[in-house]
Each structure stands twice: as structure tokens, then as C-alpha cells.
Nanobody
Framework: QVQLVESGGGLVQAGGSLKLSCAAS????????MNWYRQARGKQRELVAS???????SYADSVKGRFTISRDNAKNTVYLQMNTLKPEDTATYYC??????????????WGQGTQVTVSS
């Protein structure tokens, strides 16, 4: 069984920073892509940032230059460093990962979400 657990959300003032973490655990053989999504109240979930197993990254235009995605393959963990936060960044942030389990099944797994609230 595979689990993703996010941490690091909270309340921060506009202009501040937060760092989110998402750790995968369980019967994992390897992890391919790892992503961060967010969903604001009343809006659709959107892809914020992605990182491949080799470290190639991509970002939504709304966060380019402010957010940085990274990963530690030895720890099966993905991070999202968020700087210069804006009120419009307020959302529940979810991580997802494409994981090969020890049984060689391949599937996308999701975390439970962590709330980020940016006050003006």
C-alpha cells in the first residue's frame, strides 16, 4: 500500500514564504513524475508544478519565478518552496505521484491536501 502525506501548509501574510513537503511511503519500487496541484474554493483543481524523475521542472504561469519544485529521490519526497505569496495563492495544495509499486503496478497516488492561506 502506498501513501502520500503532505505537510507545511499554514497561514502567512502576503509577501511571505512557505515550504510544502510530500512524502511517499509504502511498497514503492520507483517514482516517476511528482506534481503539486491546488484547488481554491469554488474553482477547479489546477496543476501548479511538476518534476520528472530526472529533475526536469515545469510551472503554471501564475507561479513562475515565485515557486520552486524539488525532490529528494532517496527520501521519496517532493517539495514546493513558495515565495512572494499572494492572496490568490490561497488554496488547498495536493501532491500527486506516478508510482511503480513493489508489485510492479503503476498508478497515480494523491495526498490528502494541506491548506495554504495568504492574508492581505
Amino acid at each position: 500500500q502506498v501513501q502520500l502525506v503532505e505537510s507545511g501548509g499554514g497561514l502567512v501574510q502576503a509577501g511571505g514564504s512557505l515550504k510544502l513537503s510530500c512524502a511517499a511511503s509504502g511498497s514503492i519500487f520507483s517514482i516517476n513524475a511528482m506534481n503539486w496541484y491546488r484547488q481554491a474554493r469554488g474553482k477547479q483543481r489546477e496543476l501548479v508544478a511538476s518534476i520528472t524523475e530526472g529533475g526536469i521542472t515545469s510551472y503554471a504561469d501564475s507561479v513562475k519565478g515565485r515557486f520552486t519544485i524539488s525532490r529528494d529521490n532517496a527520501k521519496n519526497t517532493v517539495y514546493l518552496q513558495m515565495n512572494t505569496l499572494k492572496p490568490e495563492d490561497t488554496a488547498t495544495y495536493y501532491c500527486s505521484a506516478l508510482i511503480h509499486s513493489a508489485a510492479m503496478a503503476v498508478s497515480w497516488y494523491w495526498g490528502q491536501g494541506t491548506q495554504v492561506t495568504v492574508s492581505s
